[in-house]
């Protein structure tokens, strides 16, 4: 039984996906702590500079460990680098739990970073390399979702928290820091019997590895299934090829034919920070204690809390029918719904009162209950659009596109550029909410037009392609549909064998 579960593919993916609820875990708690009393009088209420900076600590050891989570990944295996990283997780929520100051809590937000940077580059790299091709934008979207899942449940964790009052206060966020270690260590614990990417294994020479995994997660045990026998030989092919060329691996990526491959990948993780997402994420407090919905501490975490419980559910939609709607429409449909009620927020704003409270900060009296009422529902439906079409489709996407001898380093090189502008977004962020007010939703919905008219321009679909397949979909017009039946006996033919229809027509029947 035990075997069964852990080669089953669903499984593999989603406990893969327990990092995701690490990361979760640390956005959802410290967007929240930051609003509270208790942290504002234990960290000697810290002004919007070093606001920004705290949060900003956890993104910038993201950017280490993403940028260089690739060399580990291709030596040591995706499976043992992202137990490592859940190790070093550990530690940051310890230091967390056990700041004195900002200094050591600074210090821990950083280790924590450098941990999610690494699992967020190697878990869809690890999910896309072990799901079929039918399946992978779903398994892969599973680590948006546990995202979610993570934010919203140490938000409500740190919900709870905050009525904790007297002499021992600090607990209000102690409590909330400490708790993130758990799912680290179970990830730990639990990855020691989940098998290798197989794809990994070929590439380091371990084909019989591959091969008897291959056959676990896609044959039921059986090397001579029709599907395992088509993945390895496509697999041999490409590395084949790759030896033949003598290929440098890590330089590949800037030769001409993946360059802009490349360039693709990270735009596409560039453009998923400047939805605005990171507003709401992180600042969700700041924003409606600046837009006076509620009247208390309690009111205005209970308000930015439902965001999160949003960006769970609707998150679902995009696991199950992913696969179907495709991966261009998707983005292009999610940019222009998020453009639409990030103008709708703004322009509400606008027409408010604004004025100087009593700590010389910006507020806006938006002079009626419906109007805050509606910048509200336009901020649940903002993150119901992400949640459902950019949030997994941003980790998706670059997973996906990328040779296997190049792979590792081209999603690392994507996913750091994610955290380099989630860095500085977290430091201008509280900074343009005192500065544009208003215009900062302004901005970030002409953002999302513009990433919705670089999505129609420039990326092609790719769902339903294997990740060999890949070289081909990106050598047409990105704005044309291809058949896959077409691309599928062109890599045939690259690889110096003959379509094989009856085989092929046969592992689309079993998947």
């Not at 967007?31 to 504002?40: D, P």
């Not at 649940?380 to 998706?396: D, H, M, Q, R």
Request: hydrophobic residues 50%; glycine residues 10%; charged residues 15%.
């Amino acid at each position: 039984m035990g075997r069964s579960i852990t080669n089953n593919v669903y499984v593999i993916g989603s406990f893969a996906a327990i990092a995701g609820i690490m990361f979760g875990f640390d956005i959802g708690s410290n967007s929240g702590i930051i609003g509270t009393s208790q942290f504002k009088d234990y960290f000697h209420n810290p002004d919007d500079l070093l606001k920004g900076g705290i949060n900003g600590a956890l993104s910038a050891g993201c950017f280490v460990g993403a940028l260089f989570a690739g060399f580990p990944a291709d030596r040591y295996s995706r499976k043992f680098t992202l137990m490592g990283a859940s190790l070093l997780f550990v530690v940051g929520s310890v230091f967390q739990a056990a700041s004195n100051g900002v200094p050591l809590l600074v210090v821990g937000r950083v280790v924590n970073g450098i941990s999610v940077g690494i699992t967020s580059m190697v878990v869809p790299l690890y999910q896309s390399e072990i799901a079929p091709k039918e399946i992978r934008g779903r398994i892969v979207a599973v680590q948006q979702w546990a995202i979610t899942w993570g934010i919203m449940i140490s938000f409500w964790i740190q919900y709870g928290a905050q009525f904790i009052r007297g002499s021992n206060y600090t607990a209000a966020f102690r409590i909330p820091w400490g708790v993130q270690a758990i799912p680290a260590a179970i990830l730990f614990i639990g990855m020691f019997f989940f098998p290798h990417s197989p794809r990994w294994l070929a590439d380091v020479g371990r084909m019989d590895d591959a091969i008897k995994v291959l056959a676990d997660i896609h044959g039921n045990g059986d090397v001579n299934h029709p599907r395992v026998r088509q993945e390895i030989e496509e697999i041999e092919a490409v590395i084949q090829f790759d030896r033949e060329q003598a290929s440098h691996r890590y330089t590949d990526i800037f030769k001409r034919q993946y360059a802009y491959r490349s360039f693709l990948g990270i735009a596409l993780q560039v453009w998923q920070q400047l939805t605005g997402m990171n507003i709401i994420m992180f600042y969700a407090v700041l924003l409606f204690e600046q837009a006076g919905t509620g009247d208390s501490q309690e009111a205005n975490l209970l308000a930015s809390g439902i965001s999160y419980v949003v960006n769970v559910v609707m998150t679902v939609p995009a696991i199950l029918y992913v696969d179907k709607w495709g991966r261009r429409n998707t983005m292009i449909f999610g940019a222009l719904s998020m453009s639409l009620f990030l103008w709708i927020v703004g322009g509400l704003m606008s027409t408010g009162h604004w004025y100087l409270d009593g700590e010389g900060k910006w507020s806006v009296d938006m002079g009626s209950k419906a109007k805050a009422n509606g910048m509200v529902a336009s901020v649940y439906l903002f993150v119901a659009s992400f949640a459902t079409t950019w949030g997994p489709l941003g980790w998706i996407y670059p997973a996906e596109i990328y040779p296997l001898r190049i792979r590792a380093i081209a999603v690392s090189l994507s996913t750091a550029a994610n955290w380099l502008f989630n860095w500085v977004l977290n430091f201008v962020v509280p900074y343009l909410m005192q500065r544009i007010r208003f215009g900062l939703y302004m901005l970030f919905a002409g953002f999302n037009f513009l990433m919705a008219v670089h999505v129609y321009l420039a990326y092609p679909e790719t769902k339903g392609f294997t990740l060999e397949e890949m070289d081909i979909v990106f050598e047409n017009n990105p704005r044309k549909k291809l058949d896959h039946a077409f691309v599928a006996d062109e890599l045939a033919r690259r690889n110096g064998g003959v379509p094989n229809d009856s085989v092929a027509g046969k592992a689309e029947e079993l998947a």
